[in-house]
């Protein structure tokens, strides 16, 4: 009976040890710890980034890559040997903060959120740099990046869109604004596709990670994603004109404004964990 006892009492003391999943409690409790110092480093950056998220309901597709990277470290149970050379990459993203925020260009130093991100992993072991690099998407295009190809690439869209539903009604175009039967719309920067194809090739990575072949085939499969943006602008052009058409320019605008994102990303996790279904098999 006192055998079985101490058998129990010890298997207690090692479940207790072990912490979440499999990670030893002291761990996670250190993770956790520098974690939240790297948040309160970060503030001014973060801060900028949150007003930006309220600003731009198109940029909120950073929140999954967010919520993703969360998901992934959780369930990555192993732990690999501490690099220094995470040290470096968090020197880098601190001095960059400093340069932007000090300098009043503070959106362009959001490249430190996914440096720091990837050098604090590096020291902790986890996650993995696969995994830490989701950083590079949960932070969205800044607006100078978004609109790089503005008006050029909207315009395209818009008058393609317009030729097509021609033969079905009066639209005229002009710039980036078309006037329709049912009301009128316009294209903004957005509409030109850049932060598609951001959120279409993160997601691409997110493909590669569950059957990873090495950094150059997962750059391949977030670029051939990425490069699906195009033809599917496209056609979420047409869908917005088309609602614009029949009366509804308003839901036209929010479709192009966020609600695109909304479906692509769905969409894209629906393929992304049936591909990972099918492989298991």
């Not at 990555?76 to 903060?97: F, K, V």
């Not at 959120?199 to 051939?224: E, I």
């Amino acid at each position: 009976m006192s055998n079985s006892s101490s058998v129990d009492d010890l298997q207690a003391k090692a479940n207790h040890s072990r912490g979440v999943d499999g990670i030893p409690s002291h761990e996670a409790r250190r993770d956790l710890l520098l974690w939240s110092a790297f948040a309160l480093a970060f503030s001014p950056l973060l801060f900028d980034l949150f007003a930006h998220l309220r600003a731009r309901p198109w940029a909120n597709y950073g929140l999954l890559f967010l919520v993703l990277l969360i998901a992934h470290t959780w369930h990555e149970r192993s732990r690999a040997a501490a690099h220094h050379d995470g040290y470096l990459l968090l020197s880098l993203a601190l001095m960059l903060q400093c340069v932007a925020v000090g300098g009043g260009f503070t959106r362009w130093g959001r490249l430190a959120l996914p440096l720091g991100v990837m050098g604090l992993a590096r020291l902790l072991g986890r996650p993995s740099p696969r995994v830490a690099a989701l950083a590079f998407w949960a932070v969205p295009l800044p607006n100078f990046i978004a609109s790089i190809a503005s008006p050029r690439l909207e315009q395209i869209w818009l008058m393609a869109a317009a030729w097509l539903l021609s033969p079905l009604a009066p639209i005229a175009v002009e710039g980036t604004t078309a006037a329709t039967p049912g009301g009128m719309l316009t294209f903004d920067a957005v509409s030109g596709g850049l932060p598609l194809a951001a959120l279409l090739s993160g997601l691409g990575w997110l493909r590669a990670l569950d059957d990873w072949r090495g950094l150059g085939s997962a750059l391949r499969t977030a670029s051939t994603w990425g490069l699906a943006a195009l033809p599917l602008q496209a056609l979420c052009a047409l869908a917005a004109l088309a609602l614009a058409t029949l009366g509804a320019p308003a839901l036209a605008s929010a479709w192009l404004s966020w609600g695109i994102f909304l479906v692509v990303g769905a969409a894209g996790l629906v393929i992304v964990h049936r591909s990972r279904r099918s492989g298991h098999e």
